[in-house]
């Protein structure tokens, strides 16, 4: 079984998530510690952000570190378990609202698309929306004011 690096790595829809994750400088820490929930948006999911907005998070490598991990929270959790939850405190410290829709489960605006696929370091989800915490939000936008 391979790490859950590995895999999306393997995954070709979720390419830029692998590659904002490696940018952002937070995969050494990830491979201490776990097991870990990830919560990894496909490639289609970063093309709903405005480029420029984008690219602004990109540049500021604390900011896109901030943002991969809003997307990891500690611990091994399935959509069962995440279904008997509110909310889930993240590795970034934000918390992720959870909620079950018409669609199926919810994290804020995303919506698992794919779940519970297993790894040696736990498990992650498939989501097709990138997840950006207030904070990275609210610097992204005074920088466009």
Known sequence: MKSIYETAREDSR???????????GVLESLQKGG???????????????PEERLETII????RLADMVLYHVV???????ELSRME???????????????PKGMRLNEAAIIQSDIECMDGIYHVIDHVLIP?????????SWT
């Open 14 to 24: 979720l390419s830029t998530s692998v590659r904002m994750a490696e940018a952002g």
């Open 35 to 49: 097991p870990y929930t990830a919560f990894i948006p496909t490639n289609e999911a970063y093309e709903i952000i």
């Open 59 to 62: 540049k500021d490598r604390e």
């Open 74 to 80: 500690q611990g091994k959790l399935t959509t069962r």
């Open 87 to 101: 909310a889930i405190k993240t590795l970034q410290g934000d918390h992720l609202d959870i909620a079950e829709s």
């Open 134 to 142: 207030r904070a990275v939000k609210a610097r992204v936008e005074k």
